[in-house]
């Protein structure tokens, strides 16, 4: 395991729930964080969050706008990337006989390729860090073997694709020394969550952060839960 001082960290979907407790989190513990969102002007929080600490920068992004994320990488060309979380999703509601096809592109947009064209992007970035990592929020509700209670198409099987993606990645990206991994949060309690999430996003990303700072390259490629156990695919 590296351990480095301060890292640069860059968080996407930033503006609340678990973007936002990450960015907390790594600020407060005094890493530079690079925080995206699609609409700055509207992320109330985030924004205080960062007159509090200064070593919170606000970028603008929409995650389902590939062009976005590589002017973004562009702007940022010089950034050595430590850490790189993909957070940014959708949850549309959907059932047998109620999943708008339109809706279902949306999401696969957003929840699965995103993380691929960000890896694609920042590659340079993560690469110059010599032991960078890329972490996918994916959901135990994309795990096949899991699935007990059906329903949800959309959502299951965007977070499904996306722990594909990440599999792929974690071997095409070894070469470069960037440790790849899918990470459950938890049912938390989030505006996407809802209210009956069984932990908060304090307990969640404690969590999250422990088990990043403990990956390495011999666990890049897995599902892992915010509480280190492993998930079956």
């Known amino acids: 395991m590296h351990v480095q001082t301060q890292l640069n960290v860059m968080i996407t979907g930033a503006n609340r729930g678990i973007g936002l407790e990450y960015v907390r989190q790594y600020a407060q513990a005094g890493h530079q964080l690079y925080a995206t969102v699609r ?70 947009q957003i929840n699965t390729l995103t993380t691929y064209y960000l890896a694609e992007a920042f590659l340079p970035h993560l690469a110059r860090s010599g032991h ?12 096949i073997d899991d699935n007990g209670s059906g329903g949800e ?50 307990t969640s990303v404690h969590g999250l952060r422990r088990v990043i700072a403990q990956l390495d390259l011999p666990q890049s490629g897995q599902f892992i839960a915010y509480d280190g156990q492993e998930v079956p695919w």
Do not use: C
């Open 39 to 108: 609409n700055p002007a509207q992320a109330t929080l985030l924004k205080s969050l960062s007159r509090q600490y200064p070593n919170i920068e606000i970028h603008t992004l929409n995650v389902a706008d590939i062009r976005a994320i590589g002017a973004l990488a562009a702007r940022l060309e010089s950034l050595r990337l430590d850490i790189l979380v993909s957070n940014a999703g959708i949850y549309p509601e959907s059932s047998f006989g109620q999943a708008d096809p339109a809706v279902w592109l949306q999401a696969f």
């Open 132 to 143: 960078a990592k890329l972490i996918a929020m994916t959901s135990k509700m994309g795990s």
């Open 153 to 202: 198409y959309i959502y299951r099987s965007t977070k499904t694709a996306l722990n594909m993606v990440i599999k792929s990645l974690a071997i095409d990206l070894r070469q470069h020394n960037i440790t790849v991994a899918a990470l459950h949060p938890g049912w938390v309690r989030t505006d996407m969550g809802g209210p009956h999430g069984l932990i908060d996003t304090d």
